[in-house]
């Protein structure tokens, strides 16, 4: 019987947005399917199909949120985690002062 070794998960990687336009052109010109370029270039099939959808996305050909936009709502969403620590830690304080007057 084989044992049964679980492989080691890939290391996450990062690709720029002009590798990612190239492989979605590469995508829409039909001459090869998502599975064998994301093969060719060993890639996730998932991460290619994701980044042609975001593609047509920000060209306007489907519904969703375009790139930018998903970047902005990413920043104001750190920046109210941030201001929500913020007031939090002033709560804090405030209690501590008052406590401290008493």
Partial sequence: MESMRKEKPRPRRSFTAEFKAEIVELCRRGERSVGQIAKDFDLAETAVR??????????GERDGRTSSEREELATLR????RLREDVDILKRA???FAKKTR
């Fill in 78 to 81: 750190r920046e109210n985690r």
């Fill in 50 to 59: 994701l980044w042609v959808n975001q593609a047509e996305i920000d060209a």
């Fill in 94 to 96: 405030t209690a501590f």
